[in-house]
């Protein structure tokens, strides 16, 4: 079975940090390429950034852009989001996504998998 799995969301003080892993499994093709993505409440879903797997190369949105890294434990199969300098704008639920493409990108249209997602709440 296909299976993304969020973890390490959480509540955190407006300035802190908080460390959010992507476990995928289940997959009968290589996944080449993480993307996450956030919802707000009333808001749209909206990319927040991506990793190619095999290279390394990442992507972000400008609004986390500089203060959120993200990273791949290949050999886990698990996918980083650090999150620092967070801000009570950040607060919302956090999914990890997939295709089957291996197709770095952050529209939600994109992707063929979701997990769950993570709750991050950030207080000012």
Do not use: H
């Not at 609004?63 to 886990?76: C, L, M």
């Amino acid at each position: 079975e296909v299976q993304l799995v969020e973890s390490g969301g959480g509540l955190v003080q407006a300035g802190g940090s908080l460390r959010l892993s992507c476990a995928a499994s289940g997959f009968s093709f290589d996944v080449y390429a993480i993307s996450w993505f956030r919802q707000a409440p009333g808001k749209e879903r909206e990319g927040v950034s991506c990793i190619n797997r095999i290279d390394g190369t990442t992507y972000y949105a400008d609004s986390v852009k500089g203060r959120f890294t993200t990273s791949s434990d290949n050999a886990k199969n698990t996918v980083y989001l650090q999150m620092n300098s967070l801000k009570p704008e950040d607060t919302a639920v956090y999914y990890c996504a997939a295709n089957e493409l291996g197709i770095a990108t952050m529209s939600p249209l994109g992707m063929d998998y979701w997990g769950k997602g993570t709750l991050v709440t950030v207080s000012s």
